[in-house]
């Protein structure tokens, strides 16, 4: 596509549900990241994925998260009995590769856990 | 863990004055990469440094890469009303995975026309 998409841009769940966040990143890409922002602060680094494979998941904050990509292009972002400190922005952004290291960011989606 | 820290963080200036955010890490990187977010925006991505000392210029935007490679700064001369946002670095750690950008918490610029 032309852009990296995210879906959905607002997800309001409450406590204790599961989330999925989508993202689709610029066709042909090799890299995606996840990437998690609170307001005021620059993105943390959650993990990445080069193709299908996770290279790195030293940013994830517990084992309620996890993420997948399957087929070297989407990516689904899970979080499992979601929390409120979860709460946050969470974007995606794809590199054309791990040396062109660019990085496209996407919309974002925003996460309110009541 | 790598570290990398950004002052100020926040400028306010006078149309026309010229503005310098600096970022210092920890540990030497990689390579440095600048983003601009604009208010409810996303980051979008300015330039990476990658060589010792390397100096790049983008019209009024001046970037700079330290020696030791653990410094940069992002120099706007002139700024304009168009030159809002949150400037952030982004570093690359040699110890870290090549896709693991540790970004500052970046300095929030605002101009008054």
């Known amino acids: 596509g032309a852009g990296v998409s995210q879906s959905p841009r607002y997800k309001v769940t409450k406590r204790g549900q599961d989330v999925a966040l989508r993202c689709d990143p610029i066709s042909g890409h090799v890299s995606l990241y996840w990437y998690r922002q609170a307001l005021g602060q620059g993105p943390e680094f959650l993990t990445y994925f080069n193709y299908e494979a996770q290279q790195d998941k030293s940013g994830l904050p517990n084992d309620r998260f996890s993420a997948e990509r399957p087929e070297g292009s989407i990516s689904t972002l899970t979080i499992q009995r979601t929390e409120q400190r979860d709460s946050a922005m969470y974007r995606c952004a794809s590199s054309f590769d791990s040396v062109n290291t660019e990085a496209f960011f996407g919309q974002g989606t925003r996460l309110t856990v009541v | 863990g790598q570290q990398v820290m950004q002052i100020p963080?926040?400028?306010?200036?006078?149309?026309?004055?010229?503005?310098?955010?600096?970022?210092?890490?920890?540990?030497?990187?990689?390579?440095?990469?600048?983003?601009?977010q604009r208010p409810g925006g996303h980051p979008v991505f300015?330039?990476?440094l990658v060589k010792s000392g390397e100096v790049k210029k983008q019209k009024r935007l001046t970037f700079q890469f330290g020696e030791a490679?653990?410094?940069?700064?992002?120099?706007?001369?002139?700024?304009?009303?168009?030159?809002?946002?949150?400037?952030?670095?982004?570093?690359?750690?040699?110890?870290?995975?090549?896709?693991?950008?540790?970004?500052?918490?970046?300095?929030?610029?605002?101009?008054?026309?």
């Open chain 2, 46 to 48: 300015l330039i990476q």
């Open chain 2, 69 to 113: 490679k653990k410094n940069s700064s992002l120099h706007i001369t002139a700024t304009q009303t168009t030159d809002v946002g949150t400037y952030f670095c982004a570093g690359g750690d040699y110890g870290g995975s090549q896709g693991n950008l540790i970004f500052g918490k970046g300095t929030k610029l605002s101009v008054k026309p």
């Open chain 2, 9 to 36: 963080q926040y400028q306010h200036v006078q149309e026309g004055e010229d503005f310098t955010t600096y970022c210092n890490s920890s540990t030497t990187l990689s390579n440095i990469q600048w983003y601009k």
